[in-house]
T-cell receptor
């Protein structure tokens, strides 16, 4: 157990509203990641962080922003949610010499 | 982007059967990882293979890394219903910070 929690676990929102998802870790890992998982697409990287206030874009970053003001928290924000952002979102940390990743339980987001 | 292709996409077998799933790429990876994901949960790391030709065993699961480090396979012997899940392979991207995931093989083992 890598001590990763995500909140909320489920959320239903309407198109155009802002949404923030939170990832919290308890073990002081430097690298944190946000992925989305969709049928037919697998896991795709949205953004990642390599330290406090150090973030970079992943494969599908359009429409998403992130912030990391503390080592333990990595926030993912949808500024104006769209139906195409309906997905399951996973947070992960990297905890091994070969970038082995450990995932949180996921957040199921539905945008109506 | 270094693409990883997994096959088959879906596999439905009966308890006791053997199976192999594949993870292929045209790119060389320094290492490959295998994860299993159960419904409603996040992926869980099973193994990392690093050396070309390497074979690792985890109980009834056997993982092999291709000699050229472009492909990997997962063989399950005498599958059990508890093996049901989505099996994902992943390789470290060129940036060194992120993983590229295959789309997964969804395995269903029925009693």
């Amino acid at each position: 157990d890598a001590g990763i929690t995500q909140s909320p676990r489920h959320k239903v929102t309407e198109t155009g509203t802002p949404v923030t998802l939170r990832c919290h870790q308890t073990e002081n890992h430097r690298y944190m990641y946000w992925y989305r998982q969709d049928p037919g697409h697998g896991l795709r990287l949205i953004h990642y962080s390599y330290g406090v206030k150090d973030t970079d874009k992943g494969e599908v970053s359009d429409g998403y922003s992130v912030s990391r003001s503390k080592t333990e928290d990595f926030l993912l924000t949808l500024e104006s949610a769209t139906s195409s952002q309906t997905s399951v979102y996973f947070c992960a940390i990297s905890a091994g010499p070969l970038n082995e990743q450990f995932f949180g339980p996921g957040t199921r987001l539905t945008v109506l | 982007t270094q693409l990883l292709e997994q096959s088959p996409q879906f596999l439905s077998i009966q308890e006791g059967e053997n199976l192999t799933v594949y993870c292929n790429s045209s790119s060389v990876f320094s290492s490959l990882q295998w994860y299993r994901q159960e419904p409603g949960e996040g992926p869980v790391l099973l193994v990392t293979v690093v050396t070309g030709g390497e074979v690792k065993k985890l109980k009834r699961l056997t993982f092999q890394f291709g000699d050229a480090r472009k492909d990997s396979s997962l063989h399950i012997t005498a599958a059990q219903p508890g093996d049901t899940g989505l099996y994902l392979c992943a390789g470290v991207s060129n940036s060194g910070y992120a993983l590229n995931f295959g789309k997964g093989t969804s395995l269903l083992v029925t009693p």
